[in-house]
């Protein structure tokens, strides 16, 4: 017993242990989109301190997940619109003016900047080619077409701002309407598989897919200012840093972002770089930016994804073999165990990211980053069924005769555990924790989302920018990871399960 409680207590040292101690300056959030990253880039561009080095967490999903994570602390700084924080951040709160909406944000411990120079309005579009087929020039003129395709971003479907008042205030008739990613969206328009997108009227693609735009006959979308959001504190803890981060109100144009999104979505300019070309031709500001080939990406998103797994799988495995071993031996109370951890695994990724962040906020944990808290408690509860559930059946399955043999041993309940039936149980719980471990390194990827790093961060900017061998440069590692993994477990087999098992097994 003792010994188990040693190898316990190494194996959590093992998930816990930093493997930095880095010292972190200011943390910039980004959207999921190339002006999100690019406006990004320009903050950290800006604040960047050798003594405490910005970060950047790219491409963190839509509005709510974003916010959220700078509110719990896990961001200091974003760029958002003033149409969104009117219609979603604020909805409930009726604050469409900057004066009323700056008010409330500063009730949530947020400021807002001034405007950094352009309005990024919503709009719908169209190839020309097929609106001019359809005669089509305005939203209104969706009304007499109820058959067509419409493919929307899924943030713009459930948006105060988006679909849903916007069918009501045109009395739009379509039911063909899908969500997908907002990149995707695009390719499907290319392929005609739908016929009209949300855009951004700073969309780099609007003018090479020769995109038409419908007017807004009824001028139902509001102005989309593009400010900076951040934390009311950053002022007392880095007022440089803020000083010079506003240096961005009122800098940007209309022309100025769609140039900028264009030279990363079609010349592949990294933001980074597009971005400190900018702060140097309007600032005179010498932003660094750290060049990395191929390999070395790769080899920091395996330190990053074993770094997720190596958080979320162990603990897993500590607590799910004892919930294991307690739903076999209460067996009321061991189906209660196992519909929970069933429960469990049935939430969406996205949902649980989401539903975790304001909870690991509320107990001081970053809610994003490198190592994210959340990313690393969501994967344990997805780790936890197949281990409890292989430890309960293998437990469940032990025969009578093995059962009995134990007790004419005159052996405690304790005793007979340890030395009988967990090591009769050991290939099926063995069989659990693989199938934890492949699930965890797939699982991982979707950390990304969240600024946990890991193989998910280039596929996620494969697809923004329609770059396969992006997405590649994440899918093959991670693939090859999971491999390893099973692999690696399938020599432990030799080590854990005892010899007269695995003889079994293979007669």
């Known amino acids: 017993m003792t010994r188990l409680i040693v190898i316990a207590a190494a194996l959590l040292a093992l998930a816990v242990t930093p493997l930095s101690c880095r010292t972190e300056g200011i943390k910039v959030g980004s959207k999921k989109f190339t ?74 411990g947020v400021t807002m900047s001034q405007s950094l120079g352009f309005n990024n309005s919503y709009a719908l579009g169209m190839l020309r080619s097929r609106a001019e087929e359809l005669d089509i020039e305005k939203i209104s003129d969706l009304a007499r077409h109820p058959d067509i395709a419409v493919g ?24 063909n309407v899908v969500g997908l990613d907002h990149d995707l969206a695009y390719r499907q328009l290319r392929l005609g598989a739908i016929d009209v997108i ?36 950053l002022a007392s803890r880095y007022p440089d840093a803020v000083t010079s ?10 022309a100025e972002m769609t140039k900028a999104n264009a030279r990363v979505e079609f010349d592949r300019i990294t933001e980074a770089r597009t971005a400190s ?53 209460r067996r009321r109370f061991g189906q209660l165990i196992l519909a929970t951890v069933s429960i469990v695994q049935t939430i969406p990724s996205l949902a649980l990211l989401v539903m975790l962040m304001p909870l690991m906020g509320y107990f001081g944990l970053a809610s994003v980053g490198l190592g994210s808290a959340t990313a690393v ?41 340890f030395q009988i039936e967990l090591p009769l149980a050991s290939r099926s719980i063995l069989a659990g924790i693989k199938t934890a471990a492949v699930i965890n390194v797939g699982f991982a990827t979707l950390g990304a989302l969240i600024g946990a790093g890991g193989y998910g961060q280039p596929i996620l900017t494969g697809i923004r920018l329609n770059d396969t061998s992006l997405i590649l440069e994440g899918a093959i590692p ?8 099973q692999g690696g477990f399938d020599l432990s087999e030799r080590i854990v399960v005892p010899r007269g098992l695995r003889m079994e097994r293979g007669a």
């Not at 020769?210 to 807004?216: N, S």
């Not at 961005?248 to 144009?253: A, M, N, R």
């Not at 430890?391 to 007790?407: K, P, Q, R």
């Not at 991670?478 to 993994?485: D, E, H, Q």
Request: net charge negative; hydrophobic share 45%; proline share 4%.
């Open 245 to 254: 981060m506003l240096q961005l109100e009122d800098l940007i144009s209309v």
């Open 35 to 108: 002006e999100g990253v690019i406006l990004g880039e320009l903050i950290k561009g800006l604040v960047d301190d050798p003594e405490a080095p910005a970060t950047h967490y790219r491409e963190l999903g839509g509005t709510k997940l974003v916010f959220q994570a700078l509110l719990s602390g896990g961001i200091d700084v974003y760029a958002e619109y003033t149409g969104t924080i009117a219609n979603e951040i604020l909805a409930n709160d009726l604050s469409n003016s900057m004066d009323a909406m700056r008010q409330s944000l500063e009730s949530r």
């Open 377 to 417: 408690t969501a994967l344990l509860h997805y780790s936890l069924l197949p281990i409890v559930r292989n430890t309960y059946t293998g437990l469940h399955d032990i025969s009578a005769e093995h059962h009995e043999a134990a007790c004419a041993l005159g052996l405690p309940p304790t005793s007979r555990l």
């Open 478 to 485: 991670a693939a090859l990871l999971a491999l390893i993994v």
């Open 198 to 233: 949300d855009a951004y009227a700073t969309d780099a693609k609007i003018k090479i897919d020769d995109l038409k735009l419908l007017e807004d006959d009824r001028e139902y979308f509001p102005r989309y200012d593009a400010v900076l959001l951040y934390r009311t504190d």
């Open 277 to 329: 070309e900018f702060l140097k031709l309007r600032l005179g500001v010498d932003a660094q930016v750290k060049e990395q080939t191929a390999a070395q990406r790769i080899r920091d998103r395996t330190v990053e994804q074993l770094d997720l797994v190596r958080k979320s799988l162990i603990p897993a495995i500590l607590i799910a073999i004892p919930l294991g071993i307690i739903a076999a031996k």
């Open 152 to 175: 929307f971003s899924n943030e713009f479907l459930d948006r105060e701002d988006g679909w849903p008042n916007l069918q009501r205030t045109y009395g739009l008739p379509q039911r």
